[in-house]
């Protein structure tokens, strides 16, 4: 059966060539029958939606991702190998070559002028628009799945390990806050608030990013429990 048959056309694409295989019935008992919490149903929902929302969700952050800010997350991306410095060089480099690329008609701007012209984070907005990317949620269920999901996803009409689209995600969720913090005058509290429990102590260490990230992902667990 090809992926694009039965009624989980979605669910197949990020599950291993093997499983995308079988039929409905089958595909739908191997993986709600080795993943207790997990519907297949609720898979294909869910993707679903993202292909649908994709197009609508990019248009109102704003993106198609604009190609200059496009190219300041990437410069800067390359650039975060040589340091601070480095970073916010490449997403000025980057920056006026995807102004450039723009067409014609894109403003012929210096790159230090052209990183004035993004406040903040272009590695932000590249992050953002990535999320609400329906490949980026196959790569995640991918993995998700463990050995039942799909090693790969097509991007570009190339095949991309999922791992590389975890790889990516977290390079920019890195650059993203460096670069918040060298465009940001707040530095914000010395202790957060959600790092602190009712008795006024530390929920975590708070100089281990782990700790610190558990506690924030327990957060978002309790506004749906």
Same mark, same amino acid.
């Given at each position: 059966?090809?992926?694009?048959?039965? =009624?989980?056309?979605?669910?197949?694409?990020?599950?291993?060539?093997?499983?995308?295989?079988?039929?409905?019935?089958?595909?739908?008992?191997?993986?709600?029958?080795?993943?207790?919490?997990?519907?297949?149903?609720?898979?294909?929902?869910?993707?679903?939606?993202?292909?649908?929302?994709?197009?609508?969700?990019? &248009?109102?952050? #704003?993106?198609?991702?604009?190609?200059?800010?496009? #190219?300041?997350?990437?410069?800067a991306l390359r650039g975060a190998a040589l340091g601070p410095l480095g970073a916010l060089a490449g997403a000025a480099v980057g920056l006026a070559g995807g102004a450039k690329a723009g067409g014609a008609n894109s403003p012929t701007t210096?790159?230090?002028?052209?990183?004035?012209?993004?406040?903040?984070?272009?590695?932000?907005? +590249?992050?953002?628009?990535?999320?609400?990317?329906?490949?980026?949620? &196959?790569?995640?269920?991918?993995? #998700?799945?463990?050995?039942?999901?799909?090693? &790969?996803?097509?991007?570009?009409?190339?095949?991309?390990?999922?791992?590389?689209?975890?790889?990516?995600?977290?390079?920019?969720?890195? &650059?993203?806050?460096?670069?918040?913090? +060298?465009?940001?005058? =707040?530095?914000?509290?010395?202790?957060?608030?959600?790092?602190?429990?009712?008795?006024? =102590?530390?929920?975590?260490?708070?100089?281990?990013?782990?700790?610190?990230?558990?506690?924030?992902? =327990?957060?978002?667990?309790?506004?749906?429990?």
């Open positions: 059966m090809s992926e694009s048959e039965g =009624d989980y056309r979605l669910l197949r694409k990020v599950t291993s060539p093997r499983l995308a295989a079988l039929d409905d019935d089958e595909l739908y008992h191997v993986i709600g029958g080795a993943f207790d919490e997990v519907d297949p149903d609720d898979i294909e929902a869910l993707l679903e939606v993202s292909e649908e929302n994709f197009a609508e969700t990019t &248009q109102l952050l #704003g993106m198609a991702v604009p190609k200059a800010i496009s #190219g300041a997350a990437t410069g210096s790159p230090l002028s052209a990183t004035r012209s993004v406040p903040g984070s272009p590695s932000a907005i +590249a992050l953002a628009s990535l999320l609400g990317n329906p490949k980026v949620l &196959q790569a995640l269920l991918s993995m #998700g799945l463990g050995p039942a999901g799909n090693s &790969q996803v097509k991007v570009g009409g190339r095949g991309v390990p999922v791992t590389a689209i975890a790889n990516l995600l977290g390079a920019l969720a890195r &650059q993203s806050a460096a670069e918040f913090a +060298a465009s940001s005058t =707040d530095t914000g509290p010395d202790a957060p608030d959600y790092l602190i429990d009712s008795r006024g =102590d530390f929920r975590c260490d708070p100089m281990v990013e782990e700790e610190r990230a558990a506690v924030l992902l =327990d957060l978002f667990a309790s506004e749906f429990a």
